[in-house]
């Protein structure tokens, strides 16, 4: 009686060894196949031909224009969504009007929506034939099959990350402390910079790495509007799959091994406001 | 700085939240706001505040009209219910972000801020903390400093939402003291929203009870308790057994039991609203009084120890509780399911239909 008791006490419900073994086991193993493994392959690939070939391949002009045009994009991507995502988290956790629940729905579109069907309707809508595109081309203006078009489907495609990421904690915060420095005195902008800024800091940080992760990644969208013009609208992704297609297989996964690093680079990043973040709240 | 608040009103979609409502708050005054939660005393606190705009009416500080005001530029101290301290700054930048916001022709010099903050600290007796983080400090605590921070910029008026609610009671009656200390010494008119009676009624120079968005009675604390005007008031300041009575012969009836009406009162059928320490407590029914009851629970609380009883053949919505001092407790020895005999001493009248109560005495 004494024993069995002893036992129930170290025992939660489900903590039988064997289903617990079992699960760990059986998901470090696909973790293994489906994440490390691959990610292990680019490197090995990517060197297969020497650390010489590697570096050559990477120096080569459509190369380095390709990381220079993603790069670019992300740039101009980041802040773009910054300031939109601020305001549409904002608009949404501190008003209330019409349409308000619809708005939280249609900001997640990006996500539903294929890339490749948002790359098709800038097509539509900015090219020469398009409703907005034909006057554009009267005034000279072209945006698809350049680098504009690559950037506006970008903002598109990453537009829900720093909304996403702030509107819960704006939630959760609820808007007291802003009251608290209105009632004492602050005006729009001091409340925003010294009150409403440092509380959402740490994931506005997180939805800008999100946001930058996706804006140098993204292939469907950009290859539907980037006519892949190589040497002048090939993004690094795209890059990838042209030189994977000519058959310079080590070129190609030298190009995708940057991409992987930045992943990587991102992850750590990640990791650490991560950390921050928990260091933070148990302070707290 | 007075306060005059005219005619009031506040919807919320459908919900009518304050109905057209006014009152005059002198110079210096503590009023506190009494009312269980949806009465609509919040709602009134921020619209004082300007944190919500009334739908009609208007309100003057002083002779100032601030009514179309904005609430940056009303300069009231307000105490939020959960504090609101900013988390990512220390305490002494928070007691200091009145003043560090304000344009530069009117703000002081950083270390005549950093004085003034220091002087604030000391007058809530935590200088020693000017360097954590509100998320180091208690309950307690954090509501000394949000109070020094509103007091930064030397509002004369001062809101307080719910100031005490978050605390535990020990913490709760030393701030209380504190807080009616603090306002005496420094003369500024204040305006604290409760739904703890005890709070109101010891805080209060005079209390506002409110329910359903309207004011119920205003009135000095002991005068409150003294004459409740509206069985609301009875039933919110607590404490009262209610007999619903039929008057026939000189008695008020209800199925078994009966009540002897007291000289000179008329014969009408009501609600007699009873205090739970207006009792007197016996094994058998006395001349004045047959209300049999079955004792259910037995709670010391404090000086006193509370019966908790139910009735025995006649009608009643709540449970009667009846404080007895503990010496005439112990000398009897109640038991749980016992019977006993109750006969009260003194108590208010409601009459079917009128909202008004007569005092009873026997």
């Known amino acids: ?17 064997l289903v617990k073994w079992l699960l760990v086991g059986l998901t470090l193993f696909l973790t293994a196949i489906l994440l490390v493994v691959p990610l292990i392959a680019i490197f090995q690939q990517a060197f297969v031909e020497g650390a010489a070939h590697y570096f050559n391949s990477l120096l080569e002009a459509d190369t380095l224009h390709a990381i220079g045009l993603t790069l670019l994009v992300a740039a ?40 490749v069907v948002a790359g098709l309707l800038y097509l539509l809508l900015y090219g020469n034939n398009g409703w907005i595109g034909a006057w554009l081309y009267e005034q000279d203006i072209q945006l698809m099959f350049a680098w504009p078009g690559i950037v506006m489907v970008t903002v598109f495609v990453t537009c829900p990350f720093v909304a996403r990421e702030l509107i819960p904690l704006m939630q959760q915060q609820g808007r007291e402390d802003e009251e608290a420095a209105v009632i004492l005195g602050a005006s729009g902008w001091q409340l925003f910079r010294r009150v409403t800024l440092p509380n959402i800091k740490w994931a506005l940080i997180y939805g800008v790495i999100l946001t ?48 992987a690093f930045i992943a990587l680079l991102t992850l750590l990043f990640k990791a650490f406001i991560e950390w921050r973040q928990e260091r933070q709240e148990a302070t707290l | 700085m007075s306060i005059l ?22 110079e210096g005054e503590m009023i506190g706001l009494l009312g269980p939660s949806g009465s609509g005393k919040t709602t009134l606190l921020r619209i004082i505040a300007g944190l919500e705009g009334a739908d009609t009416g208007r309100i003057q500080f002083g002779d100032r009209d601030v009514t179309n005001l904005h609430v940056r530029d009303r300069r009231v ?39 003034r903050v220091m002087h604030l600290l000391d007058m809530v007796q935590l200088a020693h903390l000017a360097n954590r983080f509100p998320s180091q400090l208690s309950g307690g605590q954090k509501q000394r400093i949000a109070l020094a921070r509103a007091l930064a910029t030397q509002p004369e008026v001062l809101l307080l939402d719910e100031p005490f609610g978050a605390l535990d009671a020990k913490v709760r009656k030393e701030l209380r003291r504190w807080l009616r200390g603090l306002h005496e010494e420094l003369g500024f008119t204040s305006v604290f929203v409760t739904h703890d009676q005890e709070e109101a009624l010891e805080l209060s120079d005079r209390v506002v009870v409110m329910s359903n968005g309207y004011i119920e009675q205003v009135d000095k604390p002991g005068d409150l308790y003294a004459s409740p005007n ?19 012969q000189g008695k008020w009836l209800n199925q078994q039991a009966s009540l002897q009406l007291p000289k000179g009162i ?16 016996s094994d058998a029914p006395t001349e004045q009084a047959n209300l049999p009851l079955k004792v259910v629970a037995i709670n010391p609380i404090g000086a006193e120890v509370r019966l908790e009883l139910s009735p025995i053949g006649w009608q009643s919505k709540d449970i009667w509780e009846i404080d007895l001092p503990h010496k005439a407790f112990d000398q009897h020895g109640y038991e749980k399911g016992q019977t006993v005999f109750v006969t009260p001493k003194a108590g208010y009248f409601f009459a079917d239909d009128l909202a008004q109560p007569t005092p009873l005495h026997w």
């Open chain 1, 1 to 17: 009686m004494s024993s069995k008791k002893q036992a129930s006490s170290q025992l939660r419900v489900g903590d039988n060894p």
């Open chain 1, 76 to 115: 101009l991507t980041v802040p773009v969504n910054l300031v939109f995502g601020v305001m549409l988290a904002w608009s949404v956790t501190r008003f209330e009007f019409p349409g308000r629940k619809l708005l939280m729905t249609l900001m997640d579109i990006p996500f539903a929506v294929s890339p």
């Open chain 1, 212 to 259: 930058n992760a996706r804006a140098v990644g993204e292939f469907g969208a950009v290859s539907v509007v980037s006519g892949n013009i190589r040497g002048e609208t090939n993004t690094l992704p795209l890059h990838v799959q042209l030189q994977y297609e000519d058959y310079q297989a080590a070129a190609a996964f030298a190009s995708a091994s940057l991409l």
């Open chain 2, 5 to 26: 608040i005219e005619h009031i009103s506040k919807t919320f979609g459908q919900f009518q939240a304050l109905s057209p409502l006014s009152l005059d708050i002198q």
């Open chain 2, 77 to 115: 101290g307000f105490v939020f219910q959960n504090y609101a301290l900013f988390r990512h700054m220390t305490v002494a930048d928070n007691v200091a972000f009145g003043l560090d916001v304000l344009p530069r022709k009117e703000r002081p010099s950083p270390s005549e801020i950093k004085k």
């Open chain 2, 230 to 248: 509206s069985r609301f008031v009875f039933d919110f300041l607590g404490n009262a057994n209610v007999f619903e009575g039929k008057a026939d």
């Open chain 2, 266 to 281: 008329e014969q009408q059928d009501g609600q007699l609203y009873v205090r739970s320490h207006e009792f007197f407590v």
